[in-house]
């Protein structure tokens, strides 16, 4: 007995297998349609068919431009001095503001001066009476001589009397330089300003016992003049000693909030030694301050100006992009089609790049719409250059 499957099971099975087979590729056919479509609008919008992408553009320039370098400066008070008692007393008063600017020898702070007062008439009274015997000394030396002529003393009593007399005229020079010592104290129980400038905090309170160096009663910090100081790349050390050997070399500090107000100072100062850690070298600037705008301890921005350089090829800065094979520039050709141009540019000075190689003045460069723009596509100026694009 033979065992299969009927023949109308083995139709249907045929059928429904085709049906499957069926469904399958119209499935397929409705994923693939609207991807070709897309592909196929995606093709219309890159196309020769597509709009031209509005740009705006500018013209490189042929100028003059300065040789710069550029860095982050610290403002360093040219002169900071420590106040302190030279006497030991009493703080008794405080006779300026903090922050209040001084000028040399302005009277700062009063210390007890009763101590050194007795003191100054003890040496005026121990000066009067050697005084004293020293006049009376000398008149006695004079009779001796007198009388040493006239045979009428031993030679030893005369150099006796001689020898008192000498004794007291240095006593009396003595006392002289006490008195003078112990004004000196007195006096310095008027603690003065040793130099001009501005006065910090004061350190300590009236009504502190103080002694000489210790502890320190205020800062005083001279602002007008300033230094700021800076530190350049060891490659461009050389740059800066041969353009300062030719001649002065000007500093700008450019305050922050204050930018359009530069300082102006001259480059006073290049270190004899380079920095191993850091591979820098310190340039230090003389500025004069007059208006006191820089601080001591501020961060400014400082450009140092090295020298000018002239037919420099120069393009706004937002012109210059930078890719994976370096900068570039997009140059709009005259059939108005847009070409990547590689350049090189080594410094920005005030929004303007200048391009050492790439690029020639008179060309067109885009400055905004880059990333709309298609190399070779079309594209569609919005501002209004000055002259019609060079045949380059």
């Not at 479509?37 to 020769?48: I, V, Y």
């Not at 800065?317 to 050709?333: E, F, N």
Request: proline share 7%; with cysteine; glycine share 6%.
């Amino acid at each position: 007995m033979q065992f299969g499957f009927p023949h109308r099971f083995l139709a249907r099975a045929r059928l429904y297998s085709s049906a499957t087979v069926a469904g399958l590729m119209i499935y397929a056919l409705c994923w693939l349609l609207p991807a070709a479509c897309s592909r196929q609008a995606s093709d219309s919008r890159t196309g020769p068919s597509s709009p031209p992408a509005p740009v705006t553009v500018a013209v490189a320039v042929s100028k003059s431009m300065p040789l710069q370098l550029e860095a982050l400066g610290a403002v360093e008070s040219i002169s900071s001095v420590e106040v302190k008692a030279q006497v030991s007393g009493m703080l008794t008063s405080v006779h300026f503001q903090p922050g209040q600017t001084v000028k040399k020898g302005d009277l700062l702070f009063s210390i007890d001066p009763r101590p050194y007062e007795y003191a100054v008439r003890q040496a005026e009274g121990a000066l009067a009476r050697d005084r004293a015997q020293l006049d009376a000394a000398q008149k006695a030396r004079e009779r001796l001589d007198t009388l040493l002529e006239r045979k009428a003393v031993s030679q030893e009593e005369y150099e006796a009397g001689r020898a008192a007399a000498d004794a007291l005229a240095a006593q009396v020079r003595t006392d002289r330089a006490t008195l003078q010592s112990a004004r000196l104290l007195l006096q310095f129980c008027s603690v003065t300003a040793p130099a001009d400038g501005t006065v910090g905090r004061r350190l300590v309170d009236p009504g502190n016992l103080v002694k000489p160096n210790d502890p320190t009663l205020v800062v005083i910090n001279q602002v007008s003049p300033i230094y700021v100081n800076l530190s350049a790349p060891q490659d461009r050390l050389a740059e800066v000693r041969r353009f300062q050997a030719a001649g002065r070399l000007s500093l700008q500090a450019l305050i922050p909030g204050e930018e359009d107000r530069p300082e102006t100072g001259e480059l006073t100062l290049v270190d004899n030694a380079v920095d191993q850690a850091t591979g820098t070298v310190l340039l230090q600037g003389t500025f004069p301050n007059p208006e006191q705008r820089l601080w001591p301890g501020q961060y400014v921005k400082v450009i140092l100006n090295l020298a000018t350089q002239e037919n420099q090829v120069v393009a706004p800065a937002m012109a210059v992009q930078t890719g994976q094979q370096g900068q570039y520039v997009l140059v709009v050709k005259p059939d108005q089609t847009a070409e990547v141009r590689p350049v090189v540019s080594t410094r920005v000075v005030g929004g303007e790049a200048v391009v050492d190689r790439g690029l020639e003045a008179g060309t067109w460069v885009v400055t905004d719409g880059q990333l709309r723009v298609v190399p070779g596509g079309k594209v569609a100026v919005k501002n209004a250059p000055p002259a019609e694009p060079p045949a380059r």
